[in-house]
Every structure is written in C-alpha cells, then in structure tokens.
C-alpha cells in the first residue's frame, strides 16, 4: 500500500524559510522516479490548489505564487519529494499536501507565517 508522510512544516515569520519533505512507502524505487509528485495546499475556507510538480524526468511546473520563491524537487533514491519555500509570507499559510501520480495524498502538513 503506497503511503505518503509529509514533514517540515511549521511555524516561521514573513520572510523565513521551510523545506518540507514528502517520503514515499509501499512503492520501488523504480516507479517512484517516473511518477509525477505534487504539491499542493489548502488555506482555511479555500479550495486545495497545485502548488508545484515534478514529473519523472524532473521537469517541473509552478503555480504564479510560487514562482520564483519555491523549488520542487526529488531524490529518487529515498523515494522522497521536496518543496523549498523562501520568502514566505502569511498568504503561504496553508496545509500542505503530497500527491503522488493521481491518486495518493498524504496527511498534510501545517505551514504558518507570521507577519
């Protein structure tokens, strides 16, 4: 059974910094590398919305609000899938969420920016 856990959220101030990691379970490495990975987030009150993707090859896709301050990227190695946030302010505040292909989400991360 293919699980994603998410980690690295937190609480930061407007301008900080957060890497938040996606590890993959229940799936080879060897799939994993081709597998498009996701990030996604959803504020309170709001609909969840793509973040930012990998695709198996590593190219990769950002929404307007994470260009040029977020990076995705993945180790296939660990199975794992990362989202590096810079200037982060308090709309960034969010869960976080992994998609793995269409159909695995983890559990979400909570991400807080203060002002």
């Known amino acids: 059974q293919v699980q994603l856990v998410e980690s690295g959220g937190g609480l930061v101030q407007a301008g900080g910094s957060l890497r938040l990691s996606c590890v993959a379970s229940g799936i080879s490495r060897g799939i994993f590398s081709i597998t498009t990975m996701a990030w996604h987030r959803q504020a309170p009150g709001k609909s969840r919305d793509l973040v930012a993707y990998?695709?198996?090859?590593?190219?990769?896709n950002y929404s307007d609000s994470a260009k040029g301050r977020f990076t995705i990227s993945r180790d296939n190695a660990r199975n794992t899938v990362y989202l590096q946030m810079n200037s982060l302010q308090p709309e960034d505040t969010a869960v976080y969420y992994c998609?793995?292909?269409?159909?695995?989400w983890g559990q979400g991360t909570q991400v807080t920016v203060s002002s």
């Open positions: 998609q793995g292909g269409s159909a695995y």
């Open positions: 990998i695709g198996g090859i590593g190219g990769v």
